[in-house]
């Protein structure tokens, strides 16, 4: 199978952008006292996205806008898909809370509205960390605290949850097993009673598209789970006619991610020919021209992966009058 760049990004993303999967988690999730305010029919997905670029690999997030006695609620929910906690979390937290505010501030101005601020952990590590903001100060004393910005977020770490006690829709269970056991070695013996879970989503009309969602995460996160292997777990919980269902949409995940990889694998071929006829086009130019001086050079040439800049040193191969000048190209 392709694997995807994220497949934990992606699946969070696929499964809690859908309203009623949303709305689901918070109504079980979030504390009862603030439950007992907020109104979670009036729950909007927002699109913006406040995660560092050079974060994204270890962190998705997503932000929703709710009502509370008429007025505007933010719900910042913030996803840890490394193994491990990151002990800096609270000081990230602040700078993607300070750039919904700017962005209220562009779009509505005054006054900022509150944000919630969830942490969904799901590593195979224990997190021992503090939830919030001050422990990260190292204060004189107390009365130094009134200097420093401090706030709380709601922790929750699936590990600490027995799976009879992962709470929701039928989706969201099987969504938070899957991440609560993804990185276990046991994994593929908790496939099972996952799928079982399964059968009540195929008698709805999205069931399939569900299913989809379900079967590319395992697929794409699961070490040695095959079509076949798969077949063998759906047969023992899902009738005949089930497990037809979910091993025809496996066989086109696979098919699909097959081609993918071929269509890969031509790109990368076309990509290599043409760097080795870069290449080596340089390097009869430049010893020609140049001698061993040029020759010596080609090592460091080698290393330069960009097409682009091949060229320019080709050129400069052509045109240059000394090597000096085809050193300056190569440093570029």
Known sequence: MEKITNPHDRFFKDVFTRKDAARDFLSNYLPPDLLDHIDLDTLEILKDSFVNEDLREYFSDLLYKVSISGRSLYVYLLFEHKSHPEKRVSLQLLSYLQRIWDL???QQGMPLSVVIPIVFYHGREKWALKNDLLHLFSLPDDRFSEYVPDFKYIFVDLSLYPDEAIKGAILNRVALLLLKHVFNPDFREKLPRIFSLLRKLLEKET?????ETVLRYVFNTAEGITAEGLKEI??????????DVVMTLAEEIRNEGIQQGIQQGIQQGIQQGILEGLLEGIELGIGLKFGAPGVNLMPAIRQIKDPERLKAIKEAVKIG???DEIRQVISG
């Open 207 to 211: 069931g399939i598209q569900y299913l």
């Open 104 to 106: 209220q501030l562009r």
């Open 321 to 323: 009058e000394s090597i």
């Open 234 to 243: 759906v047969e023992g919980v899902l009738s005949k006619k089930e497990g």
